[in-house]
């Protein structure tokens, strides 16, 4: 997980970034985009932090042979996300732009996008990205003040910005019926805590019972366990409840690479993290009672720092 600093308010695509100094313009809804080419799902979509594509790589194949598809995704992508339908959302760090693309297919058309105007987008959730509403994570505000979460759907953009004392960097979000869960970094200095949003608003309550001693990626699985990555420690902890007491149902299961994010599958057969270091797709089998390493996708773009990962159909929740 990575920010952009204020250097970059003056570098990043050629001029200043949102929140920087200049007008943010308003969204864009562009259902009669011409359509890419398309890939029938399922598939894993893998976002190139330092590259400007999100690729889209068959769901379970051990050995890589390039992407079967790709959407222009921009630059400073940290988490991705999949709705029901199977659009894809993509936060884009670089231009506080997140954009969705039609699903359920692979690398669908652009079907609009919208500037978070409150800060760098890092991670989203949502139930139907297209019609409904979206939270989006911001890692930090307006270039230096600590991180929020957006309320925000496609056609109107951001519309209320939430905030916790205790929420220093909003690394990671999910939402299920409404609600939504923060997992942020609590201090500059590190620790996390996890925020719970009743119907996604408010000042959100610190979920006690929360195990992590880092912040990382968040899925919910198909009897709504939180599936919450403890970064630093290599670590998988799933929990019941968090609403705001969580209670631990699984884990801590050990991963075998280091990761920030992990998704999975709608069976909730298989979970999939990204070894950055190695660039290596990672499958694990999926249980509330385990979760063990399978095997290895090896030939990512190392050089353009993979970070976030999703999968297509995603868990239904």
């Known amino acids: 997980m990575r920010l952009l600093t204020l250097a970059l308010c003056a570098t990043v ?16 809804y562009d259902a009669a985009a011409p359509a890419l080419k398309t890939h029938p799902r399922p598939g894993i979509y893998l976002a190139e932090f330092d590259g400007t594509d999100i690729l889209g790589y068959r769901a379970a194949h051990e050995a890589l042979q390039g992407p079967i598809c790709k959407v222009s995704g921009g630059m400073y992508v940290n988490g991705i996300a999949v709705d029901s339908r199977g659009n894809l959302i993509d936060p884009n760090g670089s231009s506080r732009l997140v954009i969705v693309f039609k699903g359920p297919e692979m690398c669908g058309e652009k079907l609009g996008s919208f500037h978070d105007k409150y800060g760098q987008p890092s991670d989203a959730s949502s139930g139907d990205a297209a019609t409904g509403t979206i939270a989006v994570a911001n890692i930090l ?6 991180g929020s979460l957006s309320i925000c759907t496609l056609r109107a953009g951001c519309t209320s910005n939430l905030t916790n004392p ?20 609590r201090t500059a200095s590190g620790g996390a805590a996890l925020i719970y ?26 009897h709504g366990n939180l599936v919450i990555v403890d970064s630093s420690q290599k670590m998988v902890y799933v929990y019941s ?3 705001p007491q969580c209670s631990v ?10 990761c920030f994010f992990g998704k999975l599958n709608a069976a909730n057969t298989n979970y999939v993290t990204v070894d950055q270091l190695e660039g290596h797709i990672d ?8 979760i063990k390493y ?11 720092a993979p970070e976030g990962i999703a999968q297509n159909p995603r868990s239904q929740e």
């Open 141 to 146: 505000d307006n270039g230096s003040s600590p």
């Open 197 to 222: 949003f009743k119907g996604c608003a408010g000042q959100g309550e610190v979920a006690s019972g929360f195990k992590s001693a880092s912040s990382g990626g968040i899925d919910i699985d198909n």
């Open 13 to 28: 695509a050629g001029g200043l970034l949102g929140g920087c100094g200049v007008n943010l313009p308003a969204p864009t």
């Open 241 to 243: 409840g968090c609403d």
């Open 249 to 258: 149902v699984g884990g801590p299961f050990r991963l075998k690479s280091a």
């Open 166 to 185: 205790q929420m220093y960097a909003a690394e990671a979000v999910a939402m299920r019926d409404g609600s939504c869960w923060v997992d942020a970094k």
């Open 294 to 304: 399978k095997y290895a996708v090896k030939g990512l773009p190392v050089s353009l």
């Open 283 to 290: 499958f694990y089998s999926y249980s509330t009672n385990a």
